[in-house]
T-cell receptor, first 117, second 114 residues
Framework: KQEVTQIPAALSVPEGENLVLNCSFT??????LQWFRQDPGKGLTSLLL?????REQTSGRLNASLDKSSGRSTLYIAASQPGDSATYLC????????????????FGQGTTLQVKP | NAGVTQTPKFQVLKTGQSMTLQCAQD?????MYWYRQDPGMGLRLIYY???????DKGEVPNGYNVSRLNKREFSLRLESAAPSQTSVYFC?????????????FGDGTRLSIL
């Protein structure tokens, strides 16, 4: 059974710091991995999607990496800002070979980030 | 762009009442999903619809039914609400069968069952 873990559960950093959020998964047979941001009382906003054949994806100050063999992904946030404060979720999609559910995402429980001015 | 729209945003029900949560997307996506989010449990898939006319069970389907009314709309029904169904419900959609495309989420429906 695929399990997704995010450590730490919460993180507080001063503004301007570069930071890394971690995501690990137990079954390397994934199709892709998606990083989301969730603001309090809101839905999920898709940040980056990495296909299993890719090593990383970048969008602005965000860079996500994927190491399937070790079951790990990281989300790097450069020059953090107070507006980056939110909960960050990673989710993996199971591969066709390993599952009959083609579109199913399995989520970690998130890392809540606070960036202090 | 509206994206994925969920109604209502908040609802309080009594045990045993029924309710339908509505979801509509305007992105011409084929696949739609219903998740619930609970503290300590993360998001879990209730039902999904890979394409118009099809639905399938996710991880936690018991106590729920769904209808893919057309390509735009995917509703979730609680026939007899129970306190264990108190949760935040999210609808999502994706362009294709889901494997290579990102999922886009609505803002959620916060449901309390008394």
């Amino acid at each position: 059974k695929q399990e997704v873990t995010q450590i730490p559960a919460a993180l507080s950093v001063p503004e301007g710091e570069n930071l890394v959020l971690n995501c690990s998964f137990t079954d390397s047979a994934i199709y892709n991995l998606q990083w989301f941001r969730q603001d309090p009382g809101k839905g999920l906003t898709s940040l980056l999607l990495i296909q299993s054949s890719q090593r990383e994806q970048t969008s602005g100050r965000l860079n996500a990496s994927l190491d399937k063999s070790s079951g790990r992904s990281t989300l790097y946030i450069a020059a953090s800002q107070p507006g980056d404060s939110a909960t960050y979720l990673c989710a993996v999609r199971r591969s066709l070979a390993g599952s009959g559910n083609t579109g199913k995402l399995i989520f970690g429980q998130g890392t809540t980030l606070q960036v202090k001015p | 762009n509206a994206g994925v729209t969920q109604t209502p945003k908040f609802q309080v029900l009594k045990t045993g009442q029924s309710m339908t949560l509505q979801c509509a997307q305007d992105m011409n996506h084929n696949s739609m999903y219903w998740y619930r989010q609970d503290p300590g449990m993360g998001l879990r898939l209730i039902y999904y619809s890979a394409s118009e006319g099809t639905t399938d069970k996710g991880e936690v389907p018991n106590g729920y039914n769904v209808s893919r009314l057309n390509k735009r709309e995917f509703s979730l029904r609680l026939e007899s609400a129970a306190p264990s169904q108190t949760s935040v419900y999210f609808c999502a959609s994706s362009k294709g069968g889901g494997m290579r495309q990102p999922q886009h989420f609505g803002d959620g429906t916060r449901l309390s069952i008394l």
